[in-house]
């Protein structure tokens, strides 16, 4: 993020504190000491900051950068296929996971192999299946429904945008509201080394102009965002740091198809550490 907003709710939260104190009967001097220190720290209740947390996540995800490139798709302008889906995770994997951060990751993965196996016309049984389970472990099912909403039929380039823009926004806002906006994070990464992996792919074929459309440009500025975002919530959310310092090198792997291709098999270590 262009500043640290944890250092900021930080001050806040230590302000709080003050006037709570105030208004009140005087605690224990060593006992209000240990907590204004704390507070200092950074090592406050996430309680206390779940309202400007939250606030402060939605606005950058809301930042992210749109794309020409899904109109390009929906219109046949730009066509996008793998000469076999052998390298996506496979949905067993849905069963072995076991943390809320390992299962939101593999969500992301899951709704990335949904997304490009829609855009080839291929069958998704499976992939959904994994995502509905994912998504049911993780109490968030209103992501599957908000996912099901379709487009527009024939919509124009402003209207699809649109459309995604709104999809995008109804997910974060019930991530929010449903205090997971942990998991919002945690999916999106693991949505982003997804369609790294795929972008690496060998067997991808691209036909059409994707890079006008913004394939690796949008990639990189939603990497980067990320990255800002997850070092700043991993004083609250441990396994944020993880994420964080996983998914760093990803941004210049992704610059085009041969740097991509280059570093697949980091790409692919990437993706295991993030399911560990």
């Not at 709710?9 to 605690?27: D, E, R, T, W």
């Not at 309202?51 to 996540?57: I, N, T």
């Not at 993965?109 to 949904?114: E, N, P, R, S, V």
């Not at 124009?156 to 459309?163: A, H, M, T």
Request: proline share 4%; aromatic share 6%.
């Amino acid at each position: 993020m262009k500043r640290s907003f944890v250092s900021a709710l930080a001050i806040a939260a230590f302000s709080i504190g003050l006037v709570a104190c105030n208004n009140a009967q005087k605690n224990n001097t060593t006992e209000e000491q240990m907590e204004q220190e704390a507070v200092i720290a950074g090592e406050v209740s996430k309680n206390l900051l779940t309202a400007e947390l939250k606030d402060e996540v939605t606005r950058f995800l809301k930042d992210m950068p749109d794309s020409d490139l899904p109109y390009k798709v929906s219109t046949g302008e730009v066509k996008i296929s793998v000469a076999n889906t052998d390298f996506m995770l496979p949905t067993s994997k849905a069963n072995e996971l076991n943390t809320p951060s390992q299962k939101a990751r593999a969500c992301g993965i899951y709704f990335a192999d949904l997304n490009m196996l829609k855009a080839m016309g291929k069958p998704t049984t499976d992939v959904e299946a994994a995502i509905l389970k994912l998504t049911t472990d993780l109490n968030i099912p209103f992501a599957v429904e908000i996912m099901k909403e379709s487009a527009p039929a024939n919509a124009s380039k402003e209207d699809l945008n649109k459309f995604m823009r709104e999809q995008e926004d109804k997910l974060i806002n019930a991530m929010s509201e449903n205090n997971k906006v942990d998991v919002q994070v945690e999916l999106l990464g693991g949505m982003a080394v997804e369609y790294g992996y795929i972008y690496a792919n060998p067997g991808l074929v691209v036909e059409g102009d994707a890079v006008s459309a913004g394939l690796s440009d949008n990639m990189t500025k939603r990497l980067d965002i990320l990255q800002e975002i997850s070092a700043d919530l991993a004083k609250y959310y441990p396994d944020m740091q993880t994420l964080g310092e996983t998914i760093a090198p990803l941004k210049d792997m992704v610059g085009s198809v041969n740097e991509a291709r280059a570093a697949k098999d980091q790409i692919a270590t990437m993706r295991d550490t993030l399911l560990k």
